[in-house]
């Protein structure tokens, strides 16, 4: 093979291998196994005999290309390979194993935790030996959240799932985190008891140890007043934060202060070598070479370093941090000669190396791109800066370096959040970290002083605090740009803090207002949109459906919402209404006031503009929305771009179900009609279709498509209703496996007969219908979806409608 001292083939050869194993992640489908062989094998024979250095070049970076691919699939293949079988699902299963994480209570009075199975008990014949089964479960165990489990090592009985969630354009994707997280089932406990007689290895020594911490922590400073703040940064521990903290963080910008990554390792590594370098220097002169002092510090820097992070819980952040620490040290405290940028290649190598699913992880993007705009504003600078200066120019560079990021990964970067990490960095930097590492090593070894420093927890802490709830309550005005507008101001950004001469910076700084100060597009008005088009999001056990042409916008029902859990508007529409481009809501239909048509309403209100609210129940929404006035469901025609809006609602209905309002859209120029039934039931059903064969519209539509009324259930969708409106497409918006069993096989039975093409959000996600050339055109979001939710034999793939 011929060789060649190119160090700058080996740097784009590690970039190429980053970039093979992220590749994996935008692809629909796993590359087949024997094709990455192939491609590697005939590289490797090509790298074999004498080359053109170009040549050269262009085959290491291909190898590396193919490579990196095939080790992130590899990984992926064996993670997807553990399956729980259709037949096991919603069964009551027995399982034995150990708890991965320290258990924390949940919504609903749960207790949530991780299990790592070591065995499966009483599986049925049919499951074979040789399947592989999940050997990690997320659980909850209902009713029991203010109960312990009885030990580390248990026995369960259990009903669970394969991994599912709501399948849409933007938002949170429960799957990916599922993925994420290596979690092969989902459920609930029935019964639990303790078996010592599981058997413990090492990592489930490393659990119990983990949970016994915890355990500690609590009965050390239990009692603080901020003691979820100190479980989070001493032990990684989360569990204990309310809803409280989360608004207060997000609002400020500085969740990253309560999950364990870069900055809380970086302040133990530099405590840790301060500390190291101050002992050295106790030694006589000369019975240690520079050489063996820079070696002593960095182990004492990386001990330190991985002794936090085991008491951390060694999540997948404090990996990631770790590893960086490790690189980072190497080159500060070994004297590598090698630029600073080959140091974050090389720890973005590693990191990707024993970790292939980081790119899953928002954390991944963020922490490198911070770590690579602060080489880039640090290194450029001609002159060091003093700590204040330095502090204040790396907190702008990377606030401006990190909005493109959070943007395309769907966060907001609240203004004030420059103030508030300006304030909470430093301070948790230097004071509170370092007091509560001192304050936890001091109380390991003396007993009973933990007494003695929970006064002083708190008042550190309740300093930070008040100073983020006092920056949250700021009335600032939000961030609404495009992505080219938010990077052109990033750029902008960084150029002021980069730039050596102050004439140079005050230039950009000047751009910089004009930019932000320059009117945009009008405030308030929607993207045109050219054809006609109806979506129907995926918001699991509920309803919610967007219609738009033109410039307008309607929008019917709102999804479920629990308080404190999930809210379908909070999670699904607005996430998605915002990547349109979309400001106002013109109209909003709320069908009836049932919490899986209803829910979230008046946070969906709150944060976007809604011209008028057309309600079955105007009573109870308008309490909702704490009154604004929301209109009756006796609405004329109304014209929504080329679309014809028609109202209906049975005669008597004033609540439940039968109140629900009826809306039925019609294209008139196709003939194409959706018909959007809300929750009624057969009995409405029968005098819906006594109204429309009086104004003998019952064969005007060319196709139609049809929400099944009330998701399904056998209280609707009567024989007479599907033999009537004989729809070419039926829509079920249930939850997966939900408990209420939706559709009923009654009723599918009954569309199948007439030959109507059915789908359910719980297997297809959201759904869009455009009309294209007078023809309808139906996208399902799984067809589009990634290899961990609609690959072959997964959740999504086998779903069927009963």
């Given at each position: 093979m011929?060789?060649?001292?190119?160090?700058?083939?080996?740097?784009s050869?590690?970039?190429?291998?980053?970039?093979?194993?992220?590749l994996?992640?935008?692809l629909?489908i796993?590359p087949?196994?024997?094709?990455l062989?192939?491609a590697?094998?005939l590289?490797?024979?090509?790298?074999s005999?004498?080359l053109?250095?170009?040549a050269?070049r262009?085959?290491?970076?291909?190898?590396?290309?193919?490579?990196?691919?095939?080790?992130?699939?590899?990984?992926?293949?064996?993670?997807?390979?553990?399956?729980?079988?259709?037949?096991?699902?919603r069964?009551?299963?027995?399982v034995s194993?150990?708890?991965c994480d320290i258990p924390s209570?949940?919504?609903f009075n749960s207790l949530?935790?991780?299990?790592?199975v070591?065995?499966w008990h009483?599986?049925?014949?049919?499951?074979?030996?040789?399947?592989?089964?999940?050997?990690?479960?997320r659980?909850?165990?209902?009713?029991?959240?203010?109960?312990?489990?009885?030990?580390?090592?248990?026995r369960?009985?259990?009903?669970l799932?394969?991994p599912?969630g709501a399948?849409?354009?933007v938002g949170?994707r429960?799957?990916?985190w599922?993925?994420r997280?290596?979690f092969?089932a989902?459920?609930s406990?029935?019964?639990?008891?303790?078996?010592p007689?599981?058997?413990?290895?090492?990592?489930?020594?490393y659990r119990?140890?983990?949970?016994s911490l915890?355990?500690?922590?609590?009965?050390?400073?239990?009692h603080a007043?901020?003691f979820?703040?100190?479980s989070?940064?001493?032990?990684?521990?989360?569990?204990?934060?309310?809803?409280?903290?989360w608004?207060v963080?997000?609002?400020t910008?500085?969740?990253?202060?309560?999950a364990?990554?870069g900055?809380?390792?970086?302040l133990v590594?530099l405590?840790?070598?301060?500390?190291?370098?101050?002992?050295?220097?106790?030694?006589?002169?000369?019975?240690?070479?520079?050489?063996?002092?820079r070696?002593?510090i960095?182990?004492?820097?990386i001990?330190?370093s991985?002794?936090y992070?085991?008491?951390a819980?060694?999540t997948?952040p404090?990996?990631?941090?770790l590893?960086?620490?490790?690189?980072g040290?190497w080159?500060?405290?070994?004297?590598?000669q090698?630029?600073?940028?080959?140091s974050?290649?090389?720890a973005?190598a590693?990191?990707l190396?024993?970790?292939?699913?980081a790119?899953l992880?928002?954390?991944?993007?963020l922490?490198f791109?911070?770590?690579?705009?602060l080489?880039?504003v640090?290194?450029?600078?001609?002159?060091?800066?003093?700590f204040?200066?330095?502090?204040?120019?790396?907190?702008i560079?990377?606030?401006?370096?990190?909005?493109?990021?959070l943007?395309?990964?769907?966060?907001?970067?609240?203004?004030?959040?420059?103030q508030?990490n300006?304030v909470?960095i430093?301070?948790v930097?230097?004071?509170v970290m370092?007091l509560?590492?001192?304050g936890?090593?001091v109380?390991?070894v003396?007993?009973?002083?933990?007494?003695?420093?929970?006064?002083?927890f708190?008042?550190?802490?309740?300093?930070?605090?008040?100073?983020l709830?006092?920056?949250?309550?700021?009335d600032?005005p939000?961030?609404t740009?495009?992505?080219?507008e938010?990077?052109?101001w990033?750029?902008?950004?960084?150029?002021?803090?980069?730039?050596?001469?102050?004439?140079f910076?005050?230039?950009?700084?000047?751009?910089g207002?004009?930019?932000?100060v320059?009117?945009?597009?009008?405030?308030?008005?929607n993207?045109?949109?050219?054809?006609?088009?109806?979506r129907?999001?995926?918001?699991?056990?509920?309803?919610s459906?967007?219609?738009?042409h033109?410039?307008?916008?309607?929008?019917?029902?709102?999804?479920?919402?629990v308080p404190?859990?999930?809210?379908?508007?909070e999670?699904?529409?607005?996430?998605?209404?915002?990547?349109?481009?979309?400001?106002?809501?013109?109209?909003?239909?709320v069908s009836?006031?049932?919490?899986?048509h209803?829910?979230g309403?008046k946070?969906?209100?709150?944060?976007?503009?809604?011209?008028?609210v057309?309600?079955?129940e105007?009573a109870?929404?308008g309490e909702m929305?704490?009154?604004?006035?929301?209109?009756?469901?006796?609405?004329?025609?109304?014209r929504?771009?080329?679309?014809?809006?028609?109202?209906?609602q049975?005669?008597?209905a004033?609540e439940?179900?039968?109140a629900?309002?009826?809306?039925?859209?019609?294209?008139?120029?196709?003939?194409i009609?959706?018909?959007?039934p809300g929750?009624?039931?057969?009995?409405?059903?029968a005098?819906?279709l006594?109204?429309?064969?009086?104004?003998?519209?019952?064969?005007e539509a060319?196709?139609?498509?049809?929400?099944?009324?009330?998701h399904?259930?056998?209280t609707?969708?009567?024989?007479a209703?599907?033999?009537?409106?004989?729809?070419d497409?039926?829509?079920?918006t249930?939850?997966y496996?939900?408990r209420?069993?939706?559709?009923h096989?009654?009723?599918?039975?009954?569309y199948?007969e007439?030959?109507?093409?059915?789908?359910?959000t719980?297997?297809s996600g959201s759904l869009?219908?455009t009309v294209?050339d007078n023809?309808?055109?139906?996208?399902?979001?799984?067809?589009?979806?990634?290899?961990?939710?609609?690959?072959?034999?997964?959740?999504r793939?086998?779903?069927k409608?009963?």
């Open positions: 011929c060789s060649y001292d190119n160090t700058g083939s080996v740097v050869g590690v970039i190429a291998f980053s970039c093979g194993v992220i994996l992640y935008w629909s796993l087949p196994p024997e094709c062989i192939a590697i094998f590289f490797a024979i090509g790298l005999g004498p053109p250095p170009l050269f262009v085959l290491v970076l291909s190898l590396a290309l193919v490579a990196g691919l095939s080790w992130a699939s590899w990984h992926a293949s064996d993670r997807l390979s553990a399956v729980l079988p259709a037949s096991l699902e069964e009551r299963l027995s194993g150990y708890l209570r949940g919504s949530r935790f991780s299990f790592c070591t065995q009483n599986l049925p014949i049919e499951i074979g030996q040789d399947a592989r089964l999940p050997d990690l479960l659980l909850s165990w209902y009713g029991h959240g203010g109960d312990q489990l009885p030990g580390d090592r248990l369960m009985e259990v009903v799932k394969r599912h399948l849409n354009p949170f429960y799957e990916d599922l993925f997280q290596g092969r989902t459920g406990v029935r019964n639990v008891q303790g078996e007689t599981v058997r413990c290895l090492l990592h489930c020594q119990s140890l983990h949970i915890h355990n500690w922590t609590l009965k050390q400073f239990g007043r901020h979820a703040l100190i989070s940064l001493l032990i990684g521990h989360r569990g204990h934060m309310e809803k409280e903290h608004d963080l997000k609002a910008g500085t969740i990253h202060l309560v364990i990554s900055l809380h390792l970086g590594a405590g840790a070598g301060f500390v190291a370098r101050r002992l050295l220097l106790c030694l006589p002169a000369r019975s240690l070479t520079d050489r063996s002092q070696r002593i960095f182990f004492s820097v001990t330190c991985l002794i992070a085991l008491a819980g060694f997948v404090t990996r990631r941090a590893i960086m620490v490790f690189a040290g080159l500060l405290l070994m004297s590598r090698a630029p600073v940028w080959q974050l290649l090389t973005l590693a990191v190396l024993l970790d292939p699913f790119p992880d928002q954390g991944f993007w922490s791109t911070a770590v690579a705009v080489i880039a640090f290194s450029a600078r001609l002159s060091g800066t003093g204040v200066k330095g502090l204040a120019v790396a907190q560079a990377v606030f401006g370096g990190l909005w493109p990021i943007e395309i990964l769907g966060q907001g970067q609240p203004l004030v959040g420059l508030a300006l909470a430093p301070w930097s230097l004071i370092p509560l590492v001192m936890g090593l109380t390991a003396v007993p009973g002083a933990g007494d003695l420093f929970v006064p002083l708190d008042c550190a802490l309740s300093v930070l605090w008040y100073c709830s006092w920056l949250a309550e700021w600032v939000g961030i740009a495009s992505l080219p938010i990077a052109g990033a750029f902008l950004t960084i150029t002021l803090v980069v730039m050596p001469f102050a004439i910076r005050l230039v950009a700084a000047l751009v207002v004009f930019w932000l320059y009117p945009g597009a009008p405030a308030g008005e993207p045109y949109l050219a054809e006609p088009e109806l129907v999001w995926d918001v699991g056990q509920g309803l459906v967007l219609v738009r033109k410039h307008e916008v309607l929008v019917y029902d709102t999804g479920p919402a404190g859990v999930f809210s379908a508007a999670s699904v529409l607005l996430p998605n209404l915002e990547a349109e481009g979309i400001q106002r809501i013109d109209t909003l239909v009836h006031a049932d919490n899986d209803a829910g309403v946070e969906l209100a709150r944060q976007i503009t809604i011209g008028r057309v309600s079955g105007p109870s929404v929305l704490d009154g604004m006035p929301v209109q009756d469901c006796e609405q004329p025609v109304q929504l771009g080329d679309l014809v809006i028609e109202y209906w049975g005669d008597g004033t439940g179900n039968d629900s309002c009826v809306v039925r859209i019609l294209h008139p120029e196709s003939g009609e959706w018909l959007l929750d009624i039931t057969d009995q409405m059903e005098r819906y006594a109204d429309l064969s009086v104004s003998e519209e019952s064969g060319a196709s139609r498509m049809l929400v099944a009324p009330h399904g259930s056998k609707s969708s009567s024989e209703w599907v033999r009537v409106l004989k729809p497409w039926v829509i079920y249930a939850g496996r939900h209420y069993g939706h559709p096989p009654t009723v599918t039975a009954r199948d007439i030959g109507a093409v059915s789908l359910n719980a297997c869009v219908m294209v023809q309808l055109v139906l996208k399902e979001a799984r067809n589009g979806s990634p290899f961990w939710i609609g690959g072959s034999g997964l959740a793939d086998q779903c409608i009963p």
